[in-house]
C-alpha cells in the first residue's frame, strides 16, 4: 500500500458481508418480478362506474326525439349526427381541457403596442368549429328559414352542445341572435360589408383581423356597467359623432365609457349601448376599424373575470377612449334595437339550461344502474327510484317547454304566436334556469363522493347550472319583463291561458291550479310567473307525454301549493320504473 496502511479484517469483512447482501437482494427481486403475474388484490378496481361516453345523446331522450320528429323531421339526420359527435369521447375530452385551461388577457405585445388579445388553448377552438361548422349553431336558424321548424331544429342542436361544454355556447348564441337584430337595422351601405353572409358561412375563422378579410365571424353584445348592471338606462357612456353633419344609422361615432360585463372578448364586433343627444342609442363596435382596416385602438380590455363556472368562456371588463363604432338602428332606439337580439339569447338560456339538466340526469342514472351498495345496484333501491323518477319528470318538463317556446319562433308570422312567444320566452327562462342549480345538486348527489370530484363532468355541470338564471336577466328583472308584456303587447297573457286551456278537463288538478292563478303584480310577480310556468308544463304534459309522467307532475306539482325543493317525493302510486326506462342513456342497466 502507498500509503503504508492496510485495511483491517473486519472492515473488508463487511465490505463483502454488504456486497453478498445487496446481490441477494437483486436476486429476490428478481425473482419477485419474474413470479407476481397479478398486481395486489388492492389494485383490483371494481364496482366503480364508466364514463357516459359514446353512443348518441338521443339514447333514452323521447322529449327530444319527439320534438324533432314533430316540428322539424327534416333535420332528422343532422341532429343524429350532432348527437352522436357529442357523445364522443374525443368530445369529452376537448370540453375537459377547455375548462381545465381557462382563457387568459394579453394586454401588449413584446415591445410595448396595446394588443387586448385573449388567448385560448386549442381545444377551445376545435370546440368552437365543431359548433359552428360541424352543427351549425349560429347559422341553422338562419340558413334553413325557409323550412318549417327551423328554429326548433338549432334548439335541438343547442340542446345537446351545452350538455357538452356550455361555455363555448356563449359566443355562438350571441353571434345566432344578432341576426335579426343585423337583418332589421343595417343600412345598404353597412350591409355591403357582408355582415349576415358572414355570420351564417358557418365558418370558424378566430385570427384577429378585420372583418372584411375573413369569411366568417361571431358577434358580441355588451350592455351593462358597473353602476347600473340591468337597468342598462342608467348607462353613463356617450357617443358623439366623428362629423357633427353625420348623424343617424350607419354613421361613425366614437364612444366613450365603460362596460362591466362583456363576455366573448374575442368576437369580431360587438352590439353595445350609448347616450346621444337622442337618447339611448345602438351601436356596433368592432374590433378593427372596417372603414380604414386599423386597429380600433379605443376599445381596451381592464381584466378578465374570475367566474364561478363557465371558465372555457372569457368575460371581460372594458373601457370605450374614442372607440370607434356605427349606429345601428334609429337614434333614441336603442334598447328595442338589441333587445330583438336579448329575446334570442334568452331562448338560448332556457334551452340551453333544459340540456344541462338532461346531461345531469342522464349522469344519474347511468351511475346508480352501474354503482352496487348493499347487496344491489343503487337504482334497485325504492328510494333511489323515486329520486331518479323525479329529475327525470322535471328534465322532461323542462324540455317539453322549451321546445314549445323554440317553436313560437318559427311561427313569427302568426300574431298569436308572436304575442305568446314574447312573454312565455320570459316565463320559461325564468323558470326552467331556476330549476337547473337544484336539480344539477340532486343529480351530484346520486353519485355520491365521485359526484364532487373534478375529475368527473358534475362539479362543471354544477358550477355552470345557475349561469343562465342570471344572465340576460335574473329572476326579479324577468318577472318585470313579463309584467311590462301583458301591458305593451296585446293578446300576451290571453295567449298563454289559451295555450294552457289546451289541456282543459284532461285533469282536474290542472284545471283547479289553473283557476287560482291571480292576476299577476309587482308583489306577486315571482308566483304567478313561476305558477303559468308549472302550468304550461302540466299542460304540454298532458297533451305530449304518456300518462305515468304526466300523472307524476301533476301529482307532485301541483297538489298541495307550492312543490317541495327536494327531489324524491313523488307519490307512491307513480309507476317509477316505466319512468326511469323510458328516460335512460342506452349505457344504463334496465331496472
Not at 51 to 76: F, I, N, Q, R
Not at 214 to 231: A, H, N, P, V, Y
Amino acid at each position: 500500500d502507498s500509503g503504508g496502511m492496510m485495511a483491517s479484517p473486519s472492515l473488508r469483512l463487511a465490505s463483502v458481508g454488504r456486497h453478498l447482501l445487496g446481490r441477494r437482494l437483486v436476486e429476490r427481486q428478481r425473482g419477485l418480478s419474474s413470479t407476481a403475474a397479478a398486481p395486489p388484490p388492492q389494485h383490483h378496481v371494481f364496482n366503480q362506474v364508466p364514463a357516459l361516453e359514446g353512443g348518441s345523446l338521443l339514447d333514452g331522450d323521447v322529449a327530444l326525439t319527439d320534438a324533432v320528429a314533430k316540428m322539424c323531421p327534416w333535420s332528422t339526420e343532422h341532429v343524429r349526427d350532432v348527437a352522436s359527435i357529442a357523445a364522443e369521447s374525443a368530445t369529452h375530452r376537448l370540453a375537459e381541457q377547455a375548462n381545465f385551461s381557462p382563457p387568459t388577457l394579453r394586454t401588449h405585445d413584446r415591445v410595448g403596442n396595446r394588443v387586448d388579445v385573449v388567448e385560448f388553448v386549442p381545444a377551445y377552438h376545435e370546440v368552437m368549429r365543431i359548433g359552428i361548422e360541424d352543427a351549425g349553431v349560429a347559422a341553422y336558424a338562419w340558413t334553413n328559414a325557409n323550412r318549417g321548424g327551423s328554429h326548433t331544429a338549432r334548439s335541438a342542436i343547442t340542446y345537446m352542445l351545452y350538455q357538452v361544454e356550455s361555455g363555448t355556447q356563449c359566443p355562438q348564441t350571441m353571434t345566432f341572435a344578432a341576426f335579426p337584430s343585423l337583418k332589421q337595422h343595417l343600412t345598404s351601405a353597412q350591409a355591403e360589408l357582408g355582415w349576415l353572409e358572414k355570420l351564417t358561412s358557418r365558418i370558424y375563422d378566430h385570427r384577429d383581423i378585420p372583418i372584411g378579410d375573413k369569411d366568417g365571424i361571431t358577434l358580441g353584445m355588451s350592455m351593462t356597467e358597473r353602476q347600473g348592471g340591468s337597468d342598462v338606462r342608467a348607462n353613463t357612456t356617450v357617443a358623439t359623432p366623428v362629423a357633427a353633419d353625420a348623424v343617424g344609422p350607419g354613421q361613425a361615432y366614437l364612444l366613450n365609457g365603460h362596460k362591466w360585463f362583456t363576455s366573448a372578448p374575442m368576437s369580431d364586433a360587438f352590439l353595445t349601448l350609448a347616450y346621444t343627444d337622442d337618447g339611448i342609442s345602438c351601436f356596433l363596435v368592432p374590433r378593427w376599424n372596417w372603414r380604414t382596416g386599423d386597429r380600433n385602438h379605443g376599445l381596451i380590455f381592464n381584466r378578465l373575470k374570475p367566474k364561478l363556472g363557465d371558465h372555457s368562456n372569457a368575460s371581460s371588463e372594458i373601457e370605450y377612449h374614442d372607440a370607434w363604432a356605427e349606429m345601428l338602428g334609429e337614434p333614441g332606439r336603442g334598447i328595442q334595437t338589441i333587445l330583438l337580439m336579448v329575446q334570442h339569447t334568452r331562448l338560448d338560456c332556457l334551452v340551453g339550461s333544459a340540456g344541462l339538466m338532461r346531461r345531469c340526469v342522464s349522469e344519474a342514472l347511468h351511475h346508480t344502474g352501474h354503482r352496487q351498495a348493499f347487496g344491489r345496484e343503487l337504482q334497485a333501491s325504492p328510494i333511489m327510484k323515486n329520486v331518479l323518477a323525479d329529475l327525470l319528470v322535471e328534465s322532461e318538463a323542462a324540455t317539453v317547454l322549451a321546445f314549445r317556446i323554440a317553436e313560437s319562433f318559427d311561427k313569427t308570422n302568426d300574431p298569436e304566436q308572436l304575442a305568446f312567444g314574447r312573454i312565455a320566452t320570459a316565463i320559461a327562462k325564468y323558470h326552467i334556469c331556476k330549476r337547473a342549480p337544484q336539480l344539477a345538486y340532486e343529480a351530484m348527489e346520486c353519485l355520491g363522493g365521485n359526484g364532487y370530484i373534478e375529475e368527473g363532468p358534475m362539479p362543471r355541470l354544477f358550477r355552470q347550472s345557475p349561469l343562465n338564471a342570471i344572465w340576460e336577466g335574473s329572476g326579479n328583472v324577468i318577472c318585470l319583463d313579463v309584467l311590462r308584456a301583458t301591458r305593451t303587447t296585446k293578446g300576451a297573457l290571453d295567449a298563454v291561458f289559451r295555450e294552457i286551456r289546451f289541456a282543459a278537463g284532461l285533469d282536474a288538478r290542472l284545471d283547479k291550479f289553473v283557476d287560482a292563478i291571480p292576476a299577476p303584480t309587482e308583489d306577486n310577480a315571482r308566483r304567478v310567473v313561476g305558477a303559468l310556468a308549472v302550468a304550461l308544463q302540466a299542460s304540454l304534459l298532458l297533451r305530449q307525454s304518456p300518462s305515468q309522467v304526466a300523472e307524476a307532475f301533476c301529482a307532485s306539482r301541483l297538489e298541495g301549493g307550492t312543490p317541495r325543493a327536494d327531489y324524491g317525493t313523488l307519490p307512491d302510486h307513480v309507476d317509477f320504473d316505466f319512468i326511469i326506462n323510458r328516460g335512460k342513456p342506452s349505457q344504463a342497466p334496465k331496472v
